[in-house]
């Protein structure tokens, strides 16, 4: 079965962190650029992080810049999102996408839906006090 898996995902405290997974099965997702997206009950999706199929270029919401980390770990076909300083306003159903060649620009927060080629199920961060 083709398909992305989110995990790491929980209820933590202002302030601290939480690394998010993404695992790949079926398929090489050392050639497609993931990303992360978040959503919140009755607004938008919205990107958070995407990182380029070889991992040389990174992209970031202004709002989680200095605060998360997007990497790659291609022998296990897995991007994780590294979570750091977390804020309640990061309280959201976390996704992740890939998107893959030859689609450019390989990075894209603008209308997701329809121009990644998989999605995950979604995990859930919940950042209270």
């Known amino acids: 079965q083709l398909q992305l898996v989110e995990s790491g995902g929980g209820l933590v405290q202002p302030g601290r962190s939480l690394r998010l997974s993404c695992a790949a099965s079926g398929f090489p997702l050392r050639l497609y650029a993931v990303g992360w997206f978040r959503q919140v009950p009755g607004k938008e999706r919205e990107g958070v992080s995407c990182i380029s199929p070889r991992g040389v270029d990174t992209f970031y919401l202004n709002s989680v810049k200095g605060r998360f980390t997007i990497s790659r770990d291609d022998a296990e076909n897995t991007v994780y999102l590294q979570m750091s300083d977390l804020r309640r306003e990061d309280t959201a159903t976390y996704y992740c996408?890939?998107?893959?060649?030859?689609?450019?620009?390989?990075?894209?927060?603008?209308?997701?839906?329809?121009?990644?080629?998989?999605w995950g199920q979604g995990t859930q961060v919940t950042v209270s006090s």
């Open positions: 996408a890939a998107r893959g060649a030859p689609n450019l620009p390989v990075c894209i927060f603008e209308t997701p839906e329809g121009r990644y080629n998989y």
